[in-house]
């Protein structure tokens, strides 16, 4: 096993810690694909390996991003670490998000201002428009080449829908780490309800581990 790559965004919620704790359960479970219907920022993939995945997350901008990183073609945003050069990329990311979402360009916008931008925040206003502000911070952490990523990413699958639209199979290792039940749940439009919580129990108690 190969040292395990640092997840590429800040993303909240993100479960990089509990990976010790999975892992042993996991290496019980080595044959078996892991799917994660909730896979943010991919913490827990990369900690794992695993040679079958199946990625999901319902928000497009993070899966348009992993897509272009899994083909190697993610366009390059210099980093520019001020705030004019913030809010000219972020208006630009806007423009793209009507016009042309699934581009490079688009992606190499989105870690561009999950790198600059406060805190690592994705949210949106109710326009649809990314408003996060300029995050004012001392260095940036930026990668600008991504060979060692486009190596690990390509072995996996990855989809961009409700989690209940997976296609679940016997056996499946799932990760399921959901928004949490608070008033931030702002990773896309239309948030996470207290029945999306409830709906995500009832879909997970459905799936057969395949142990009986
Ligand atoms: C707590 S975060 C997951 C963090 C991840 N485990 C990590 O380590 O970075 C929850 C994720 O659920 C996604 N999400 C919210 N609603 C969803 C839905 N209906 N279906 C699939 N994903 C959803 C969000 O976009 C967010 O990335």
Known sequence: ?????????????????QVPHIKPLWDAARATRLVEPFCGGLSVAL???????????VNPHLMNFY??????????????NEREAFERHRDRFNELALADRHSSESAALFYYLNKTGFNGLCRFNSKGKFNVPFGKRNTVNYELDWPAYKVQ???????????????LEEGDFVYADPPYDVEFTTYSAGGFS????????????RHRLGLD
Do not use: Y
């Open 1 to 17: 096993m190969n040292a395990p790559l640092a997840p590429p965004l800040k993303w909240a919620g993100g479960k990089r810690w």
């Open 47 to 57: 900690g794992l390996q695993p040679e079958r995945a199946l990625l999901n997350d």
């Open 67 to 80: 897509r272009w990183l899994q083909c190697g073609g993610l366009g390059v945003i210099p980093n520019e």
């Open 153 to 167: 990413l390509s072995k996996w699958a990855f989809s961009c829908l409700d989690f209940s639209e997976l296609r």
């Open 194 to 205: 207290w029945a999306d919580q409830v709906r995500t129990v009832e879909w997970l108690a």
